[in-house]
């Protein structure tokens, strides 16, 4: 099977393209064009800047939680009954910084803002002059109304006046909103030209003032990105870069509650691994330990595995006939053929994870469990596909595991994700302990947890995959 026989129909994905084309909703030329600038800028210089703001914005989060729920500083013990919202915020303020240059504290600002880009994007009651929206609404909005704000500013002719239309009177204002909101940010990166800060809009940026490049047959042509393409990929950076890791953060501390042992091996590795560091966690090393911190990350890759934040991948034929091997056999599929992919159907296979297929188990993924399912495919080689480039987890089957997609399509800010992840899990779990909470005195522990499993399997999927209920959490510092 040629590389290319099953491209992605990016008319899909015309929705996600409201700014302008990007990464995501282009295929050919144009697509290695995008992919040539956005791949560059995810590297390990990004990365540890990710840890560093992640370990940053874990701290001022714990923090947060502390004044607004605890009673007691002394003794810190607190009840979480909605922490979608923090989780959101967390990751949006990782890609602010990581992705886009821009510093967000935490904490919700109760003063005026300044006249500068960084004060835009401060969460606070009020939206700065001129919006309509807060940075963090304008996103919530658009995250959970992208097809009405498409339909209103993507298929609706220019030409009708935007009154005849009031019920798309949100979704007008969401969309200019958060326009001039990228607008804002690629000026500030404009102005920090020649100032390397590592993030991902200054490699756009970048792209912005390129005047050629090889196509590689010798001849030269125009390499710019246009100002809809920079905004266009800066979109796609938004909503991927903090959508699908806050839904896995949020299924990990649910899981992790339910599960106090594998929340005991954690703690363990990270007190074991804290020996050697410094007191203060935000000044941990990225290279030193990030690559020692295995579990964490094996909890990743098996709430993905389980709850894959896009559980469909779409692909088809085009004009052209493909075929494909399967035991032994080929079979053809004729031009013009869609296709989805069923991560559900691969992730709980138990000819490919074994017959504890359908159970929360990270130390499947460990490769210090010589007893694990996957043990077995160890010396394979061509095994280590997305998010599996690790030296320290066992790999399934190649194809397996498609939480970030696979081939040349997949995911490039995969790692920017899983070092966002493996950082809060060190912050919060190094000091906390967490458990269910119940949400009356009458109900019992047998209630509790049959109300979170019906909440884990009732869960739905509009961008991403996501819990729809509310689980309390119960946080309780260790001794």
């Known amino acids: 099977m040629a590389r290319g026989s099953f491209p992605k129909p990016v008319e899909n994905y ?20 995008y992919r040539r600038y956005t791949t560059a800028t995810f590297n390990e210089k990004n990365h540890a800047l990710v840890w560093q703001e992640s370990l940053s914005q874990g701290l001022q989060m714990i923090e947060h939680w502390t004044e607004q729920y605890c009673r007691d500083r002394s003794h810190p013990i607190f009840t979480l009954h909605n922490i979608r919202d923090d989780i959101v915020k967390y990751t949006l303020n990782i890609i602010c910084r990581a992705g886009f240059g821009v510093t967000v504290p ?32 304008v996103m919530e909005y658009i995250s959970t109304s992208v ?8 298929l609706l002719p220019r030409w009708i006046p935007r009154s005849l239309v009031p019920f798309f009177k949100n979704d007008f204002i969401a969309y200019d909103d958060l326009r001039a909101y990228l607008n804002s940010l690629l000026e500030n990166a404009e102005a920090r030209q020649g100032l390397s800060s590592h993030n991902l809009l200054e490699g756009l940026v970048k792209a912005r003032r390129n005047s050629t490049e090889d ?13 809809d393409e920079i905004l266009g990929n800066l979109y796609i950076f938004l909503i991927a870069g903090h959508e699908t890791t806050s839904t896995t953060l949020r299924f990990a501390l649910v899981l992790l509650a339910t599960h106090p042992t594998i929340q005991d091996q954690l703690y363990d590795e990270i007190n074991e ?10 000044m941990w090393d990225y290279e030193r330990v990030f690559p020692k911190l295995i579990t964490p990350l094996c909890i990743m890759l098996e709430v993905l595995r389980l709850y894959p934040p896009v559980s469909s991948l779409p692909k088809w034929t085009s004009d052209k006939p493909a075929s494909i091997s399967y035991a032994d056999q080929q079979y053809y599929i004729p031009p013009s053929t869609q296709i989805s992919l069923d991560s559900n159907a691969l992730h709980y296979n138990e000819e490919y994870w074994g017959d504890d297929a359908a159970e929360f188990d990270p130390t ?9 399912f996957l043990a077995q495919n ?16 066992h790999k399934p089957v190649r194809g397996a595991f498609l939480p970030f997609s696979d081939g040349v399509r997949a995911c ?27 949400i009356s005195p009458e109900e019992s522990k047998e209630q509790m947890r049959s109300r979170v499993e019906q909440a884990l399997q009732g869960c739905s999927n509009y961008q991403t995959l996501t819990i729809r209920e509310n689980v309390p959490l119960h946080f309780r510092k260790r001794d």
Do not use: M
């Not at 700014?19 to 050919?28: A, F, N, Q």
């Not at 803002?113 to 700065?128: G, I, K």
């Open 14 to 33: 015309e929705a996600f393209a409201i700014y302008g084309p990007s990464i995501l909703t282009s295929e050919g030329s144009q697509w290695a064009h």
């Open 106 to 137: 935490f904490r919700p600002t109760c003063h005026l803002r300044d006249a500068n880009t960084e004060s835009l994007f401060q969460d606070s009651a009020l939206p700065p002059p001129g919006y309509r929206f807060t940075f963090a609404s």
């Open 147 to 154: 097809l009405t704000v498409f339909l209103a500013n993507g």
């Open 215 to 227: 196509d590689g047959d010798g001849k030269l042509h125009d390499a710019r990105l246009s100002d």
């Open 273 to 282: 691994i804290g020996r050697d560091e410094r007191a203060d966690i935000s």
């Open 364 to 372: 499947r993924w460990d490769k210090r469990n010589r007893n694990s």
């Open 378 to 393: 160890d010396g394979t080689e061509g095994l280590s596909g997305p998010g599996l480039e690790h030296e320290t987890i």
């Open 412 to 438: 490039v800010g995969r790692k920017f994700a899983q070092v966002e992840f493996v950082a809060a899990l060190v912050v919060i779990f190094r000091e906390y302990r967490v458990s269910l909470a119940k």
